[in-house]
């Protein structure tokens, strides 16, 4: 087969949170990175991390996350600093006591070192930035956000807040919930706002975490302790809007007695509690994930209920699937922002997010809904899967991300 011209492309990714800063990093650890120039736009100053502070966002990464930020080169560096592996997980319904129909994990029954890592939002930026920075071909416009975008026959040109106008063959849509750029080309979303919000802080405990991931299906929302590095845990308790702006308003001594009711003194009392911040909680999908020259990706594309942890897990893997595409496209000489390639990504994703969006949405109904045999019926079917080994693996192996068609960058062993 004749070889495929050397052409250059510019690649613009709007948004500089992990899913954005994940694909540019992913482009540029390829062997044919410098066929690629990467810009990239984020309102926000870059991501300072220091190790006296612990970042208030969290996420509990699956191992699938881990093998992307590893062929992303983060990997080394988060580990370095501060990752909190979490080997067990204990899952109970909220009017039941935690040792009374529950389903809990176990890493090393399972055959695995751990479940996941509780690893900080800034960190993983800072660690993306940090690879990126080395670059040459990598231009990482900070203090810089997007305000218009145009789709012509050949590129796309933006034009930023402060008026500078660029160009690329594709642009990558990583801004968020609410993203700028779908609103702009008015690509549709199926939308279902909860009237909820989540409430995180980290807090102190009586009892130690025991690298435990735990969580409390109360009827008003789920509430979970996430074990951190530190012997504290982080918590997000997910709750009515008004509960939740309560919830912000109380003294430190009243908030930690709310939070070890909350979770029925599972790790004894609550010691300490740091600032406090909420999130507005909704189900978002994209009915297109892409346009002629644009692609959707992270919470761009889709945003899901944090009951799992898994809306940032979702965004790495689309980020790792469509830097795979992106680079094979090239490699063969096609036009990277041609809409039948930006396609072969969402064929690859829409469906999979879809089911977790859908799943997160009936989980969130299923254990919010009050009835007089629901509660009984809820404790009979976590302790039915937490009776059956072989169910209890394929929900561990759907949690560390391991199913269905991986990208290579996600099946990589973590050395
Ligand atoms: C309480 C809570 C707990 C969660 N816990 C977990 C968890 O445990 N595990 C997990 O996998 N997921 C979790 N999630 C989901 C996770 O937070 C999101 O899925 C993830 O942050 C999405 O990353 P992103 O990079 O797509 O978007 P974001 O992190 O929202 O980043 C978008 C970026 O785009 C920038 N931007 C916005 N507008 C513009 C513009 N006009 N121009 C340029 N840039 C712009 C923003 O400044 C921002 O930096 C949780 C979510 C919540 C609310």
Redesign the pocket.
């Known amino acids: 087969m004749p070889r495929a011209p050397v052409v250059n492309r510019t690649v613009l990714i709007?948004?500089?949170?992990?899913?954005?800063l994940g694909v540019a990093a992913l482009l540029m650890s390829n062997p044919q990175a410098e066929r690629w120039t990467v810009r990239l736009?984020?309102?926000?100053p870059a991501p300072d991390w220091s190790d006296a502070d612990v970042d208030l966002r969290v996420?509990?990464?699956s191992r699938a996350s881990q093998h992307v930020l590893e062929s992303a080169g983060a990997w080394s560096g988060i580990a370095a600093r501060r990752a909190s592996p979490y080997r067990r997980m204990h899952v109970w319904e909220g009017e039941y006591s935690a040792s009374v129909g529950a389903l809990a994990f176990d890493s090393a029954e399972l055959g695995e070192p751990d479940l996941g890592h509780i690893v900080e939002?800034r960190l993983i930026r800072h660690c993306l930035v940090e690879t990126l920075s080395a670059r040459a071909n990598v231009e990482l416009a900070f203090g810089t956000?997007?305000a218009d975008v145009r789709v012509t026959a050949d590129g796309v040109e933006v034009t930023t807040r402060d008026g500078r106008e660029m160009t690329a063959d594709v642009l990558l849509a990583?801004?968020?919930?609410a993203s700028?750029v779908r609103g702009l080309l008015e690509l549709p979303v199926i939308s279902v706002p909860y009237g909820q919000e989540?409430v995180?802080a980290h807090v102190g405990t009586e009892q130690p975490h025991a690298e435990t991931a735990w969580q409390r299906f109360l009827r008003t929302g789920p509430i979970a302790l996430l074990p951190l590095e530190d012997g504290r845990s982080s918590i997000?308790w997910s709750t009515s809007s008004d509960r939740a702006q309560a919830l912000l308003r109380l003294g430190d001594d009243d908030f930690m007695a709310e939070v070890a009711a909350a979770t029925d003194h599972v790790l004894g009392a609550i010691t300490s509690a740091s600032a406090r911040v909420s999130?507005p909680?909704r189900a978002v999908h994209a009915r297109q994930y892409c346009a002629q020259r644009v692609a959707l990706?992270?919470?761009?594309a889709h945003?899901v209920h944090?009951l799992a942890?898994?809306?940032?897990?979702l965004?790495l893997l689309d980020a790792a699937v469509l830097a795979e595409v992106l680079q094979d496209a090239v490699h063969r000489g096609e036009d990277p922002g041609d809409l039948r390639v930006l396609r072969r990504y969402e064929r690859r994703q829409k469906g999979r997010n879809l089911r977790t969006v859908l799943a997160m949405d009936v989980l969130h109904r299923l254990f919010t809904r009050a009835g007089p045999m629901l509660a009984p019926a809820r404790v009979c079917g976590l302790t039915l899967v937490d009776s059956l080994p072989f169910v209890k693996h394929a929900f561990v192996r759907e949690a560390l991300g391991l199913v269905g068609e991986l990208p290579q960058t996600a099946r990589r062993r973590v050395a």
């Open positions: 709007v948004g500089g949170g992990p899913v954005g736009l984020e309102p926000n996420y509990a990464l939002d956000e997007l990583a801004d968020g919930g700028k989540a995180v997000v999130f909680l990706i992270g919470d761009a945003t944090p942890g898994q809306g940032m897990n965004g």
